[in-house]
């Protein structure tokens, strides 16, 4: 407020012509209080006094003083483009676009030709979603101004936003090509490449950008590319130059590593590790992925001795134990297994998965009595008993065949986690298990019933209403709002396109399986889906790939049958022969 105070008083003899002419209103401004933005203007210095005043606000994050002021500078004088500017930017931030669109077209209709408010409104129907209009202004700016470099590159960056690839290129080669020592031009060129699988290009134009302006974020970039395309020793020069420029660089270090790894150089990967752990800030860390790779490697008693010596030092490192545990699991060393597994303690993060990991091993052995008291002892612990023991529990019982015990798990989870719908999820996938989809499916009822947004509940029950032919309508509306709470999920994702299958909707659901297969690569029931969508657009091709990938991903017999028996169908009906493992 200082800071206005002393603006106003170094103003005022500017401004006291202002003060005489034009009568005030108490607690505004003296000047332009009366006036509508569209009368004449009366005074330039009444309008630069209130732009100055408006600064101040806006600087001091006195937003709604700030626009006040400016739209009070815009009544002494509307043709202020200044104004205009500053105020249509805080119109911006504060969320008020189509009032700031007003004013941008006020500053446009003052200069038709002005590229800088031409492209502000481009840029704001852009973040308006007014995709069409942002895409008529910017090209519009540049038939006026084709060597304008920040709007071809918004314009290629809206295209590819709305994955119009074809026309981002088309636009960001051009600007290449008018900018040719353009390090910014090249580098979105090369992540469009990227995003368009075309790797040779790509490359080309990521070494271009690292030509003209190399730097460790670009280096990155360009190595996840050759990564991703298996040009290994092209990602390994990028790391090692990140690395003879920075020693200390971290991430260069393990990525190298990581490399090296899946080439099989398991030394020249252990010897990066060392050099990692020697600079890190979190060695134990290092020193624990370091084991990890004698692992995976098969260097099981390096990796045991190592192990050994961090607990030693440090008893509490449940990274360490964990690791050793599946060293000694991997070996076939189960009672040292069960014994690490007592170790962890009901405060550790692994100790969920160390109950029932322990009760799974005595159940390989068939020692039912000491995997049924390790989960009743867990159980009994009020304070640390987890619902995945009951499950645990009621599954050991289930496998023996004691289905009244198996049952009386669940109703004592009821009574000991009262309210929690989980318990009700939980058991409608066991009696799942147990093939009684009518059970399944009230426990389910009665979870949607006590949370309606139970994305797994609405998941599970609109799929089968959809792989029975039933509630079609229905079930979409319920597999929407589960993809609506779990996007990334690739078996809900399965269930819509499934929804979109039964409904007739085929290329609907080629949509959303090709996205289920990309979310959820390794299940071979959506390629089986997404074979049969296919097949239902005609796309034979397609569809055999999809059957074959299933047909590989599966390991029920009877469903590799199933999967057999429509590539036989598919071959007959191609005059090829069949195929399938």
């Not at 401004?15 to 002419?21: D, G, H, K, W, Y």
């Not at 200069?111 to 492209?119: F, G, L, V």
């Not at 990066?272 to 600079?279: Q, S, T």
């Not at 060695?283 to 990796?303: Q, S």
Request: hydrophobic share 40%.
């Amino acid at each position: 407020m200082l800071k206005r105070l002393l603006i106003a008083c170094g103003l005022a003899l500017s401004c006291l012509s202002c003060a005489q002419t034009i009568q005030g209103v108490p607690g505004q401004p003296p000047f332009a209080a009366d006036l509508e933005p569209y009368e004449e203007a009366v005074d330039r210095s009444c309008s630069y006094f209130n732009f100055l005043w408006g600064k101040s606000a806006d600087i001091e994050g006195h937003y709604e003083e700030a626009i006040y002021a400016y739209k009070q500078a815009l009544v002494c004088d509307r043709l202020a483009g200044h104004v205009m500017r500053s105020l249509a930017s805080l119109l911006v931030k504060t969320g008020q676009r189509e009032e700031a669109v007003e004013v941008v077209n006020r500053l446009i209709a003052l200069n038709p030709k002005d590229s800088e408010a031409r492209a502000l409104l481009a840029n704001l129907y852009s973040i308006m979603e007014r995709y069409g209009e942002a895409v008529e202004m910017y090209q519009a700016i540049l038939v006026d101004d084709p060597q304008n470099f920040n709007v071809r590159l918004m314009l290629g960056g809206l295209h590819a936003r709305l994955r119009d690839y074809t026309k981002a290129r088309q636009v960001l080669e051009k600007l290449a090509e008018i900018n040719p020592d353009s390090y910014a031009g090249f580098y979105y060129l090369a992540k469009l490449y990227q995003e368009m699988h075309i790797f040779d290009k790509a490359a080309e134009a990521f070494k271009k950008a690292l030509e003209l302006n190399w730097s460790p974020m670009l280096a990155y970039d360009a190595a996840e590319l050759y990564e991703q395309e298996k040009h290994y020793s092209e990602a390994i020069a990028i790391y090692r130059r990140i690395l003879e420029e920075d020693p200390s660089d971290e991430r260069a270090r393990s990525f190298l590593a990581n490399i090296y790894f899946r080439q099989g150089e398991v030394d020249k990967a252990l010897k990066e590790m060392e050099n990692l752990r020697d600079i890190s800030a979190d060695p134990a860390k290092v020193e624990l992925a370091i084991c990890r790779i004698l692992l995976d490697a098969g260097r099981r008693l390096d990796a045991v001795t190592r192990l050994n010596a961090i607990l030693k030092k440090d008893p509490h490192s449940d990274g360490a134990r964990a690791l050793l545990i599946l060293a000694y699991y991997q070996q076939g060393e189960f009672a040292a297994t069960k014994k690490l597994l007592r170790q962890v303690g009901p405060t550790s993060p692994a100790y969920e998965e160390s109950v029932i990991m322990l009760a799974r091993i005595m159940q390989q052995e068939k020692d039912f009595p000491g995997a049924e008291k390790a989960l009743r002892q867990a159980m009994a612990d009020k304070q640390h008993r987890r619902l995945n023991f009951y499950v645990a529990l009621a599954m050991l019982y289930a496998g023996q065949e004691k289905m009244d015990k198996a049952h009386g798990v669940f109703t004592q989870a009821f009574a000991d986690f009262p309210g929690n719908v989980e318990a009700n999820y939980e058991y409608a996938l066991f009696l799942h298990k147990l093939r009684d989809e009518a059970g399944a499916m009230r426990q389910m009822e009665e979870v949607l019933k006590r949370e309606p947004k139970h994305a797994r509940a609405l998941n599970y029950v609109g799929y089968t209403w959809a792989d029975e032919g039933r509630n079609l309508e229905e079930a979409k509306v319920y597999v929407e709002q589960a993809v609506a709470l779990l996007p990334k999920d690739g078996f809900v994702r399965d269930s819509l396109g499934w929804v979109y299958y039964r409904l007739g909707d085929f290329p609907a659901a080629v949509r959303e399986l090709e996205l289920a297969v990309v979310l959820s690569p390794d299940d071979p029931t959506i390629y089986e889906h997404l074979g049969d969508a296919y097949l239902k657009t005609d796309d034979r091709s397609r569809a055999r790939n999809a059957y074959l990938k299933s047909l590989e991903l599966h390991e029920e017999e009877s469903k590799k049958e199933v999967v057999r028996r429509k590539l036989a169908e598919l071959s007959t009906e191609n005059g090829q022969a069949g195929g399938g493992k």
